[in-house]
C-alpha cells in the first residue's frame, strides 16, 4: 500500500474507533459499528449515514460535523455553530415544527470535531427529486402551504424564553447587507452586480420589525418530505434573529426552483399558497412586495456565499473538487438579481475556435477525453459520495470547454464596454480609464465607484453593461440555468 493510503487508512480506523467509541455511551444495547459514510452534498459541513448493530438489530443514526473535521470554527465564521444547531432543532421540535431527535452533541474529548448525532429520517432531500418524484405527487400541491405554516411556528418561538436571544446574532436588515457587502469584498474578486445589488438593497429596505427568530436557509434541499408531507426542517446552521420574511424569500428565490420559475416556492408551489399557510397559522398577512425584496437579497446572498467556496478552497481544510464548481454559480445568483432588478435586452457573443499548439490532439478532446472518464468510467465503478464528486468533477471541465470558446470574446466585450463607460474616471493608481487600462483596474474602479457612492445606480450604460457582463459568464459558467434562459428570453415551457 503507497504511503498516502496508509495514512488514509489510519485516518479512517481512528475516525471509526472514536465514533464507536461515542455511540456505545450513547446508544442503547449498542454492539459494534457497521458503517459510517459521508453523503453527497453538504460543501460547508459534513453529512454521514451511520449504520449500528444493537441488541435489537440494526439501527440507522445521522451525524452533522464541521468541514474537516474542525473543532473550533473559523475566525471570520458568523455562523451560530453546530452546538447550537443542535439546541435549534430541539427548540423547534417543541414548537411543533417536525424536526429529528438529537442523541448526542459531540465534545471535545471525542475527536471527531464540532458537530452532533441524531435520528436518521427517511423522506426526500434532493430539491430535484421533490419535484418530480411520484410519490409527492397526492402531497406536492400542499407542500407550499405546509412550509407557510412550518415557518409560522419557527417565527412565533420567543427567542428569550428558549434561551436562543443567548445564542444567536441580531441581525438588522441594513446589517445583513451590510455583513455581506462586508464578506465578499474581503475575497478581493471585483464583482461589480454584486456591489449594484447591495446599493439597490440598501436603497430599498424594508421597514423594521421586532427581531424574531429566522432559520435562514429555509429552501427546497434543506427540507425533507415524505407522501405525507414535511417530515423534518434541517440546516439551522446559519440562523439568527432578524426579519422574519427573510425566510419566506429565500425559499422563493430562483436558486432553490430547479428550473421551474413559473412556481416560486421551491419549484412545487405558489407564493399564494405559502402566504395562505404563514397567516392561517400566525394570523400575519406579509405583503408581496416585502418578499420580493428578500428574494432579490437571496440572490444577492447565495451570490456572495458561493464565492466563499472560492475562498475556503484556497485555504480551508476541506479542498474538495465541489468547492470551485459551486463557486462558479455566483454569476447564476447574479443572473437573478440581474432579471429582478434590472432586466432588458441583451446579447451574447459568438463561440470562437479555441487555440491549441498542436492539431492533434486539440485541447478540446484532451479536455473532452478527461470529461468522459470521469462522467462514464470512473462513475460507472464508483458510488456515493466519490460518484457524485466525479460528476462535479466532470462539469468543471464542461466550464473550462466553454470558457476557451466563449471567454475571449466575453472579456472583450466587457473590457470595452467599461473603458468606454468609465473614461476619464481616476484609476486606484492615479491613472485615468481608458481602452489602454487593464481588465482588472476598470472592474476594480467599477466596483469601488459603486462600493463609495461615486457612480449612481443610474448611470448611463451602466444596467446595459452589468446585464450583458453577467448573462455572458453565466452562459459560460452554467447555460442551462433558468435565469440564463430567461435573460434571454428563451425560457422553455417546464
Known amino acids: 500500500m503507497p504511503p498516502s493510503d496508509a495514512t488514509q487508512a489510519g485516518a479512517d480506523q481512528t475516525f471509526d474507533q472514536r465514533l464507536s467509541a461515542v455511540l456505545a455511551r450513547v446508544v442503547d444495547g449498542f454492539v459494534r459499528l457497521i458503517d459510517a459514510e459521508r453523503l453527497s452534498g453538504g460543501a460547508s459541513q459534513e453529512t454521514y449515514r451511520i449504520v449500528v448493530e444493537t441488541d435489537a438489530g440494526q439501527r440507522l443514526l445521522a451525524m452533522r460535523r464541521a468541514a474537516g473535521g474542525e473543532s473550533a470554527p473559523q475566525p471570520d465564521d458568523t455562523r451560530p455553530g453546530l452546538p447550537v444547531e443542535a439546541l435549534l432543532m430541539q427548540v423547534a421540535g417543541r414548537a411543533g415544527v417536525p424536526e429529528p431527535t438529537i442523541h448526542h452533541v459531540l465534545e471535545v474529548e471525542d475527536g471527531l470535531g464540532l458537530g452532533f448525532i441524531m435520528e436518521w429520517l427517511d423522506g426526500i432531500t434532493l430539491g430535484a427529486r421533490v419535484l418530480k418524484a411520484p410519490e409527492l405527487d397526492a402531497v406536492r400541491p400542499r407542500l407550499a402551504y405546509q412550509c407557510g405554516q412550518a415557518l409560522a411556528r419557527i417565527h412565533a418561538i420567543d427567542p428569550a424564553a428558549s434561551g436562543l436571544d443567548q445564542h444567536l446574532t441580531v441581525m438588522p436588515t441594513a446589517d445583513f447587507v ?17 456591489d449594484f445589488t447591495a446599493r439597490w438593497l440598501l436603497e430599498h429596505l424594508p421597514p423594521d420589525s421586532e427581531p424574531r427568530l429566522v432559520h435562514n436557509d429555509f429552501r427546497n434541499g434543506n427540507i425533507m418530505f415524505s407522501d405525507e408531507g414535511i417530515v423534518a426542517v434541517l440546516d439551522w446552521e446559519v440562523a439568527h434573529l432578524g426579519d422574519p420574511i427573510r425566510d419566506i424569500g429565500w425559499i422563493c428565490t430562483n436558486s432553490w426552483r430547479f428550473g421551474r420559475r413559473d412556481l416560486p416556492v421551491g419549484g412545487f408551489g405558489e407564493l399564494a399558497d405559502l402566504l395562505a399557510g404563514y397567516e392561517a397559522e400566525s394570523g400575519v398577512a406579509v405583503d408581496p412586495e416585502h418578499v420580493r425584496f428578500w428574494e432579490v437579497f437571496g440572490s ?11 475562498d475556503r478552497w484556497r485555504t480551508g481544510p476541506d479542498q474538495t473538487v465541489e468547492r470551485p464548481g459551486i463557486a462558479r454559480r455566483s454569476s447564476e445568483c447574479q443572473v437573478d438579481c440581474v432579471n429582478l432588478i434590472i432586466p432588458g435586452p441583451v446579447e451574447l457573443v459568438a463561440e470562437q475556435q479555441s487555440l491549441s499548439s498542436m492539431e492533434m490532439p486539440s485541447i478540446d478532446e484532451l479536455i473532452i477525453s478527461v470529461r468522459n472518464f470521469l462522467r462514464e468510467d470512473v462513475r460507472e465503478v464508483t458510488q456515493g459520495r466519490n460518484n457524485f464528486m466525479a460528476l462535479v468533477a466532470s462539469n468543471s471541465l464542461d466550464i473550462v470547454l466553454r470558457e476557451l470558446h466563449l471567454g475571449p470574446a466575453h472579456v472583450a466585450g466587457e473590457h470595452a464596454r467599461l473603458a468606454a463607460l468609465l473614461a476619464g474616471h481616476l484609476l486606484a493608481d492615479g491613472s ?13 474602479a467599477l466596483s469601488a465607484g459603486l462600493q463609495d457612492g461615486s457612480i449612481p445606480l443610474d448611470l448611463p450604460g451602466l444596467s446595459d453593461h452589468l446585464r450583458a457582463t453577467v448573462v455572458n459568464q453565466v452562459a459560460i459558467d452554467q447555460p442551462r440555468y433558468s435565469g440564463f434562459l430567461a435573460a434571454i428570453e428563451t425560457l422553455p415551457d417546464s
Open 300 to 310: 444577492y446572498w447565495w451570490a456572495v456565499g458561493c464565492l466563499s467556496m472560492a
Open 178 to 194: 451590510h455583513q455581506m457587502w462586508d464578506r465578499y469584498r474581503a475575497f478581493d474578486t471585483p464583482q461589480p452586480m454584486v
Open 432 to 444: 485615468r480609464a481608458g481602452p489602454d487600462s487593464s481588465l482588472d483596474q476598470l472592474r476594480r
